[in-house]
């Protein structure tokens, strides 16, 4: 089985390329979590990387999730370039419940938080052609059951970032806001959140308090009506990963 968390399809897109060659059943994060998946002898973690860590939301899932300390459990990140703290995180949180993450590895991917400053993230679409190499080495290494801590040290500025105090600074200089003017209603940000953080109030939406700054809102909304740091973001710089939905 393979878990995933995405905002903007990434990890989705990476979940699926390796379901596809190993057979395995695709889940979102959400909807395992709180799950019994004791029976399950192979599962894999795939997630982004923020601000050089695990989103907030995929460490509660992780937290809540209920696995066969005997499994053959694996973790691919997708990031922009740097994987930061977001492997050594979860590998810390699920062996506190006594499993042991056997392999992990990174897939660099179209850096959706670019839109924040400015630039535009289809722009890094030359990163979808080359990591065809570094998929195929992680579904033979998983198909051969191979063990492998590739990126998973700790590092001073993922530990920095974790600090809860600079966490919620970040998440909020990052947490993207409905421009009631612009918004109709379509319920395409409700349906692109990974944790149903949005809801559509009186014809408007509304994000909540549990914002874990994916951006997969601000990326899906088909009339630019969600913004972070009151700047609209223009149609153009939009991305979300090619045939994810």
Same mark, same amino acid.
Request: charged share 20%; aromatic share 8%.
């Given at each position: ?17 390796? $379901? ?60 922009? $370039? ?21 392999? =992990? ?74 421009? $009631?003017?612009? =918004? ?8 692109? =959140? ?30 630019? $009506? ?20």
């Amino acid at each position: 089985m393979i878990l995933y968390f995405t905002g903007t399809g990434n990890s989705l897109a990476i979940s699926r390329k390796i $379901a596809d060659a190993t057979g395995d059943t695709l889940m979102p994060m959400a909807n395992a979590a709180g799950l019994d998946l004791s029976a399950e002898r192979c599962v894999g973690l795939v997630y982004p990387c923020y601000d050089f860590n695990t989103p907030p939301a995929v460490r509660d899932l992780v937290g809540r999730l209920r696995l066969n300390r005997e499994a053959y459990v694996y973790i691919v990140v997708t990031c922009g $370039a740097q994987t930061g703290n977001s492997i050594w995180t979860v590998r810390r949180l699920l062996l506190r419940q006594g499993v042991r993450v056997a392999y =992990c590895h990174k897939v660099r991917m179209p850096d959706n938080s670019a839109v924040v400053f400015g630039r535009n993230p289809n722009d890094q679409l030359w990163k979808l052609d080359r990591f065809v190499p570094r998929i195929e080495r992680i579904i033979s290494d998983v198909k051969a059951r191979r063990c492998g801590s590739h990126y998973g040290a700790p590092g001073l500025v993922g530990w920095l970032t974790g600090l809860p105090s600079l966490e919620r600074k970040l998440i909020g200089s990052f947490k993207p806001k409905v421009n $009631a003017d612009r =918004c109709i209603g379509c319920c395409v940000c409700a349906k692109a =959140c990974p944790i149903g953080n949005i809801a559509v109030v009186d014809g408007k939406a509304t994000i909540g308090s549990a914002c874990t700054a994916c951006l997969g809102c601000l990326h899906a909304c088909p009339h630019q $009506a969600i913004e972070v740091g009151g700047k609209p973001t223009p149609k153009e710089h939009q991305y979300r990963y090619p045939s994810a939905w």
